[in-house]
Every structure is written in C-alpha cells, then in structure tokens.
C-alpha cells in the first residue's frame, strides 16, 4: 500500500535555497514540496495545518538573523521541530550568450545582495532590484532574455531556468551557509532533541537579561545563539529569541523553565529538536 | 568674520530621513550636509577627515538594528559623539495626477518596505523594487512621470520633489522611530555624556555572555541595548555591540571597562555621549 506524501511548504520557486533545504532535511521521505510566495503564507499554511511542515531559513552566518521570519515564530502558533544548515554559493546568472561587462540591472533578494556587497561595490553600474526571492529572480531573467539582466542566486537555479553562471561564488564571504528550520503545528519531541528555541520577553528594567542570563548558568544551560528584537509598539522595549542546549526532560532545563526570574513577562518554548550539527550536510 | 560651515555626511539624496536627522541634530550650527550615494562612503569619510562628521540610521523601533551600519562601525575606525531620534511616518508618493488604483511599481529602501508590510500586503499587485534610499526613490519617481510608478518615502521627500501623497503613515507600525548615531574620527567627551557604545567579543564557550553581563551588573551599569552580529568567516560566531549606562569617568565604569571577564577577546569603547531621551525632536 502506497504511503502519502508528506505535504512541506516552502518560501519561493523550484531552485529557491529553502527548496534545497526542504529535500536534504526529508531525504529518504515521501515529501510533496509546496511553494508560496512570503514567508508568512508558509507560517500561516503551516498554522492552518493546510501543509503538515514548513521550512524557512532563521540565520546566515555571514549577515546574521533573518529579522522577517523571527517575528513570524512569535506572531503565530507553530513549532520548531527541525533544523538544517546549507553551505550558500551565490553565483550571477544571465540568459546564455550575456557578458558579464553588459550587465546594468540585476534581480535578487535583498539578503542575496547584501552577502554579495564586495561585488556590487566593484561593480558599482549593476543596479540591485529586489525581489522576491533568488530562484525566482532567476526565473525572471530567463523569462526576460534581456542582455542586460542578471539574477543572484545559487547553482540550482541555473539548472533550474537554463541560466549561464557569469560568476560564481559571488558571496563576499566564502564560509557563508544558512540554517533553516522546520516549523510545525503540533510540538513533536524526540529522544535525540539537544537544542531547546525560546522566546523570551523581559520587564524593561535595569539587569532583566543578565538575571535571565544567571538563572540559566546556575543550571549549566548553555545559551547557543541570542537575538533582540524589538516590540512593536514599545518603541525601544526588546524581546529575546535564544537557543539553549539541553532537552526538556532534563531535570535542570524543566527546574530553570519552571521558575523563571519575576522580570520575564513572557516565555514561549518554540520547540525542543535535535541541532544540526554539521556546518552542512 | 564668519565661521567656516562644518561638513556633515549623509547617505542618499536631500528629503531623505538621514538629512533630517541631520539638519534637526546640528540645529542652530552652521553646517554643509554631504549626500554619499553607500552607508559605507559616509564612514570612509568620515575615517579619512573628508567631512567631520556623519549622520547614520542605527536602529529602528519596528524593524530592529540595521545591521550593515553595526558592521560598518566595527570595521572603521570612528567614534561615536552623539545620537538622534526622528519619528517616521512612510508615505505612498507619486507624480500629481496618478490614481492609487494604477500603482504596479513601488520602489523604497529595503527597510521602507518592511516597515509597510501590511500596507503592500493589502496591496499585492504593487511590486517592491529595492532602491538605495527612500528619497531617492522619490526623486526617480518624479524623473519618471510613470503613471504606474510610485515611492515610500517621507512627506519632506514629497515637498522636495513636487510629488503627491496617495497615501499618509502608511507604516505598519504607527508608533515608529529611528535612532541616528552622529559619527566622527575623534572621540568627543562631554560631561553631561551618559551613554557608552561598546563591541564585545567573547570566546566561542558557555556562559561568556552571561559572565560579561553579570561584570556590569555588579558595578550597577545598565545595559540598555544588545544587538549579536555575526563573525564573518566564523560560522556561528557572534560578537556583541551593546549599549551601557554611564560616563567614562565614572569610578565604577572604569573599573568594569579595565578588567572585563577572561573570555573577552576584543572590547571597543566606539562613544560616550549624550542620549535622545525623547521619543522624538
């Protein structure tokens, strides 16, 4: 009897680095791979349980969080249940027969533009329009056959759209990789789960985080990543997204999570799931 | 005899924020505003004394830090003297006589549009083209005279291009500041300074943070901002810049500043100077 595919949303079209992700995370799985055109449709699919999975990308080690999909984790109700960190070699990508000297306008995302700013700032008469993604920036250009048109986006996409590599490994830095997660409705939490997502929000008092901080290190919880973010609304009031080790079985993470310090306004577990612990697959 | 006019840096186009910011900043002094097309061609010129000081967007309170200028200050060596905040109010311009019903091309800076996502939510057909800056979008605008082409910027760009307002505040946010650091080659040290900016690298081991974070505490120095950045080249890496309470010649300052935990590996002291304490001018 044959089993069902798993439908998986992702951000973007065929090529898009999620999509890579998305099949290197369900490997050896029956997975039916959705696409959409923001970050929050994959949210929202995901929270409506319209796809049983989503994957998004939450950090670049070369230009850090990605703000966007920080603030979705706390807006709506998901899980982390995942990760998956992809090595990013971003290439320029023209209709085949384009040079590279003709180049006047080039479409991608602005997190594509941004790990590639050494390039552009060498060549300053390449104007940068964003778009929504680099796959599907990618697709506009061999859709366009325009000369002068470029795309910044990975490998797999010129495969994807029949594109000519004009430079490649175009990101400034070359140890650029990003971690994506995988978000869910239902919380799942496995034996092997050894990184804890939280999302913390503090009173705006003097010293807030270095209690918060404190209580953690009493238990010899290990604090793997730290982001503020700011609240909407409160102008200059922060909350925190972090990642601890540990498992929520484990007697020390369940005592710290128990009795948080009095200035923390708000904790929500995002998920409980095993780190990726390879820089790639 | 007349005083010669201070030359103050800019990045865009006049009408942008950052020239606001600047003119309401240097209120009262005679100053020559600079336009620099790159974040990054305001601080080199700053570094290499080709203007004395420069005007940069640090912080928005929807959207977060803008992280290319918390780079860029870590990179350069220049300080900063003093800090300013404007309140933002993004307006839909276009050429008089265009109908909000024909607006298929929206050009802004990336931050522009993330600050109105909701607008342009409710707005699909409206496509987002990345632009270096929100006023000279507008000015690209009024080149133009493209009945489909509009710009988010603000109502001083409106009055400085002969543009019309489609639409007023259309930030998602209506609560929504930036905060501009004044940056300059020489620390400047006032005595009413009360706010120190700091970059903080820690060793990659368990507990750095918190043991930085507890050193302040215990001097009583408040923390009022941390912002991690990535290390580029050392995937999940981070270092800090923070903000602190104090002056420089402060006893309990000093003692935290010359003896800071063993696993701080850099510490930078990038200003001391006067906050904004209100929201706005």
Redesign the interface.
Known sequence: MATKAIPVGYQGVPGAYSHMALLQYFQGQEVQAENFV?F?DVVQAVAEGKVRYGVLPI???????I??VYDLARRYSIFIVGEKILKIEHCLLAYPGTCLENITEVYSH?QG??QCSLFF?EHPVMR????FNTAKAAELVAEKKDPHMAAVAGVQAADQYGLEILARGIN????N?TRFIIISREQELVPEADKITLIVSLKHQ??S??RL??H??QQNI?????????Y?????E?YFHMDITGHLTDPAVQEALQQLPEDTTECKILGNYPADHG?EA
Do not use: H, V
Not at 59 to 65: D, F, L, Q, R
Not at 128 to 131: E, I, L, R, T, V
């Open positions: 923001l929050e950090e670049n080690s070369s230009t850090g969080g703000t966007d602005p533009f941004s700032k940068q329009f964003n778009y400034t830095n070359k140890s990789y003097p010293g985080l270095y901080l404190a953690f290190a290990n604090m793997t990543n730290i982001e503020s973010r700011p909407p609304g409160r102008p200059w922060y820089k």
